[in-house]
């Protein structure tokens, strides 16, 4: 019984995440378009609906009813199975985000944190072990697809993804130092009472650097603009997906921009203060009304989310594609030492000014 | 004429190179171009089933085939658009006028439009202006056939498109044909 409704619990908390996920995968294929069209002087998707509003809803239904293809030469087995490792990982990784303050409520005689679906000691690690998983859909599906393009897409892929994920966690690893834990609940709880105390600038080493190395590496990660190499339109069609249709490249499709939302919660849970306001407490609670204050909480944590977000489109709006040896240069020569450096400097900060 | 060859300055990377470097400073200015385009955004685009745009007076479109006033067909069937045309769209099967041995007509006129490359050459190569260039241009068909015209479609064609037409030439004052520039490959008419 207690076993039962507490899983109960656990699946309505889960519903609830992939129901806003999805949501907001749908709503950002809408955006992207329309910022990027608005930054180019154009206007976007403007016939289906009012200013084309229905538009994700019009793409859904096409990519659903479209023929779903295996070209002849595919490796069934893997061709099927890539776009599900591609889209788990990029979905399961919300369970350890904090979306709003770490509170627990009395349900049926269980205590329950409504706002993270399991606070788990590792949370940040497990996000990045199953980012890396994310890496081996893309892999597979371009090996599996019989085709020189996805292959090259694959390839490229592999080693994009592995040079960029050292990054990644390197720049985490800062602020790992300086919380003292890898529970994302933990790292953001450290960062309360304003702005001052958010990672990025936080005493008694700001994590400047690392935040900007874990943005240009999580750009790279999920494969967007201006490291799209993967799926680069103009030189390989459209990468590891080329030969996909239908629901299965629909599924490369929601992992790609739910990977997006994923490293836009670490970005802002690491180093923006997750739902901490940038001042202390919320605004809400000094009136009095403590009740109601973790709706300022989650409102603050969408809000740097989104502002993640837009930056990956003003960036895609912006940047030209790099080349391959510019790119694993970048990444092996610049990213990497400056994580190092800025890993150095953290230790020798925090032994001698600990929190 | 003795130039002094001056060096070319040399590339010096400074400080504020390096500065601009760590700063991304050259990615800034381009993100503030993009984001003055989306604050001020004023879109270039008309949104074209709805909205269409004004076509320039020598527009070229859709070639039509020409009628008088009195419904008789304008093309003597003299090939000269055959030989004119570039691509080998027009195909002209002329005959006599049955009855009038020195009157000639076309007896079948094919355009096969896929291959069109509306220059017009055949427009100006025609001695009676029994061509006209049309400003229809939503053409799309899902067969490609349908693009393949006959002496009646094209008629029809003209007949839309030059609901106004002139007399025939025999029927003109003298004058009129005389100052009518749009013959302007006929000898002036005795009359």
Not at chain 1, 209 to 225: L, M, P, Q
Not at chain 1, 239 to 261: D, K, L
């Amino acid at each position: 019984m207690e076993i039962g409704l507490r899983l109960a619990v656990s699946l309505a908390q889960i519903a609830a995440v992939m129901g806003v996920v999805m949501l907001t995968v749908m709503v950002l294929t809408l955006a992207e378009r329309k910022v990027l069209g608005w930054m180019q002087d154009r206007m976007g998707p403007m016939e289906v609906g009012p200013y084309g509003v229905l538009q994700p809803i019009a793409d859904g239904l096409k990519l659903f009813f479209k023929e779903d293809i295996i070209p002849a030469g595919a490796n069934k087995f893997l061709f099927t199975l890539a776009p599900i490792l591609a889209l788990v990982p990029a979905m399961i990784g919300f369970a350890v985000i904090p979306f709003g303050p770490s509170m627990t409520i009395e349900l049926f005689g269980m205590q329950i944190k409504p706002f993270v679906i399991s606070d788990i000691n590792i949370g940040i690690l497990y996000i990045l072990a199953f980012a890396s998983i994310g890496a081996y859909g893309i892999i597979l599906g371009g090996w599996s697809s019989n085709s020189k393009y996805s292959l090259l897409g694959g390839l490229r892929s592999a080693a994009q993804v592995i040079s960029y994920e050292l990054c990644v966690g390197l720049a985490i690893v800062g602020v790992i130092l300086l919380s003292g834990s890898l529970s994302l609940v933990k790292i953001t709880e450290a960062q309360a009472g304003g702005f001052w105390n958010w990672f990025i600038i936080a005493m008694p080493f700001p994590q400047i650097f690392a935040f900007v190395v874990y943005v240009i590496s999580a750009v790279a990660e999920t494969n967007r603009v201006p490291f799209d190499l993967p799926e680069a339109e103009s030189e390989l069609v459209a990468g590891f997906f080329t030969e996909y249709s239908g629901m299965r490249f629909a599924f490369f499709f929601i992992a790609e921009y739910a990977n997006m939302i994923l490293v836009s919660c670490v970005a802002a849970a690491l180093f923006l203060g997750g739902w901490n306001a940038p001042y202390p407490g919320t605004i809400l609670g000094h009136i009095g009304l403590d009740s109601i204050a973790w709706m300022e909480n989650v409102v603050w944590f969408a809000a740097k989310v989104y502002f993640f977000l837009f930056l990956f489109f003003w960036l895609r709006a912006t940047l030209p594609r790099l080349r391959y040896d510019q790119l694993m240069r970048f990444g092996w020569k610049v990213m990497l030492p400056i994580a190092l450096g800025n890993i150095v400097l953290t230790a020798i900060a925090a032994y001698f000014f600990p929190r | 004429m003795n130039v002094a060859i001056t060096a070319q300055p040399k590339r010096k990377s400074s400080f504020s190179d390096w500065l601009k470097t760590l700063t991304f400073y050259e990615l800034l200015i381009g993100m503030k171009a993009t984001l003055k385009h989306l604050l001020n955004y004023k879109p270039i685009t008309l949104q074209y089933p709805h909205e269409k745009r004004l076509l320039p007076d020598n527009y070229r479109g859709m070639l039509a085939l020409l009628r008088y006033d009195d419904g008789t067909e304008k093309c003597v069937g003299c090939d000269l658009c055959e030989a004119a045309c570039p691509s080998r769209v027009i195909r002209v099967v002329s005959g006599e006028v049955p009855g009038e041995p020195t009157k000639r007509y076309s007896k079948e006129y094919y355009m096969d439009m896929t291959r069109c490359l509306f220059c017009g050459l055949c427009v100006d190569a025609c001695p009676v202006d029994a061509l006209g260039m049309t400003r229809e241009f939503e053409w799309a068909v899902y067969d490609k056939r349908q693009l393949h015209l006959n002496k009646q479609q094209l008629l029809a064609i003209g007949d839309r498109s030059y609901p106004v037409r002139e007399k025939r030439l025999e029927l003109q004052h003298p004058n009129v044909a005389f100052f009518n520039v749009t013959f302007k490959h006929l000898p002036q008419k005795e009359n």
